[in-house]
């Protein structure tokens, strides 16, 4: 009776590293085969060649109008969308141990809609722009707006399901007034544009995003990594973690922070694109079980190619006109939120 317990995870790391490797691998093709699917006839050694000729490693023999779309157009883009949904995995995971919360996520918890606002005073109506990025008040929206969900979800009770109907109400009021800024104090040209990115778009991602998104993701997954033991802790209870050790305030302000800036540099970049943080979690949790040094690395490759396909969809099917990517997400992940939601009843 007592070694059943022990031998599943030592049966899951074991394979964590195939797992891992079966994951780099799957999302190294689907970016390769990604990027060759559009009006351009593309085919995946195109891709390559003009890879390694960008890299210094061959030479392509790729005229310039096609490798400026392989390299230009849908590379970055297609790496911003694998960034995208690694990230927000991560910051699923995260949020949902911290808050012991199956149903939390930055976009249901209202942290997206809370950079968003940010990121749109900043666009908009020029709110400190000389002082702030549009990153920086992404991340002073997210951070305003999870303290707000906080501290309304502790006024009624502070249960899991008060957590989510507390973020669902500063979502939409967010979101609200987001539309309000843009609709009274942009002119119709930029209202069109910051409205679709609103629902989450990659149209306009190119190399400096890519690598911003890149540089915040490493850095939050490299914290998040280092604090997967006291995740595993908060598992069993803030309580239970305290007497375990774990340092509960300090824990949670360092992580819900770097989730708050992860969140904040990706929505700057491409918009709010919900339920990925929500639903790529419990996907990889029947992978490798509910340890965090597993979870983590895992659900960030889950996230990444799933959004990859999400994209490479959301701008493919209606050729020309092109999907906002956070439409298709949501068209996947209401179902999954609704199923979720009804295997978790009755769970406070």
Do not use: K
């Not at 949904?85 to 991560?90: K, N, R």
């Not at 209202?110 to 749109?120: D, F, H, R």
């Not at 109506?125 to 997210?142: N, R, Y």
């Amino acid at each position: 009776m007592t070694t059943a317990p022990v031998r599943e995870p030592l049966r899951q790391r074991s394979r964590l590293p195939a797992v891992l490797l079966a994951g780099g691998v799957v999302l190294l093709l689907s970016i390769a085969v990604a990027v060759t699917i559009g009006p351009a006839d593309i085919e995946v050694a195109d891709v390559w060649a003009s890879v390694a000729d960008h890299l210094g490693i061959g030479d392509s023999t790729l005229s310039v109008l096609r490798d400026g779309i392989v390299w230009d157009l849908r590379m970055p883009r297609t790496l911003m969308a694998a960034v995208c949904g690694a990230g927000l995995a991560v910051c699923g995971v995260v949020m949902q141990s911290l808050l012991r919360n199956p149903l939390a996520d930055p976009f249901i918890l209202g942290v997206s809609s809370g950079a968003s606002t940010g990121a749109v005073l900043v666009i908009v109506l020029g709110a400190g722009a000389g002082v702030l990025s549009m990153a920086g008040g992404a991340f002073l929206g997210a951070v305003a707006s999870f303290a707000l969900v906080l501290m309304l979800s502790h006024t009624l009770g502070g249960t899991t399901d008060r957590v989510v109907l507390s973020g669902v109400a500063v979502m939409q009021l967010l979101s609200a007034l987001t539309s309000f800024i843009v609709l009274t104090s942009a002119d119709a040209e930029t209202t069109r544009g910051v409205l679709f990115w609103l629902l989450g778009s990659l149209a306009n991602v190119g190399w400096p995003e890519v690598a911003t998104g890149a540089l915040a993701l490493a850095a939050a997954l490299a914290v998040c990594a280092g604090y997967a033991r006291s995740l595993d802790a908060f598992a069993f209870g803030e309580d239970a973690a305290a007497t375990l050790g774990i340092a509960v305030a300090r824990t949670r302000v360092v992580l819900m922070s770097v989730t708050a800036l992860l969140t904040a540099v990706l929505v700057s970049s491409v918009g709010a694109i919900g339920f990925v943080g929500l639903v790529l979690p419990h996907a990889a949790r029947i992978l490798t079980g509910p340890g965090h040094a597993r979870l983590l690395p895992v659900s960030a490759l889950t996230g990444a190619v799933l959004l990859v396909w999400v994209d490479t969809v959301a701008r493919t099917v209606l050729q020309p006109q092109e999907i906002p990517v956070g439409v298709v997400t949501a068209l996947i992940g209401v179902p999954a939120f609704v199923l979720i939601l009804y295997r978790s009843r009755g769970v406070q």
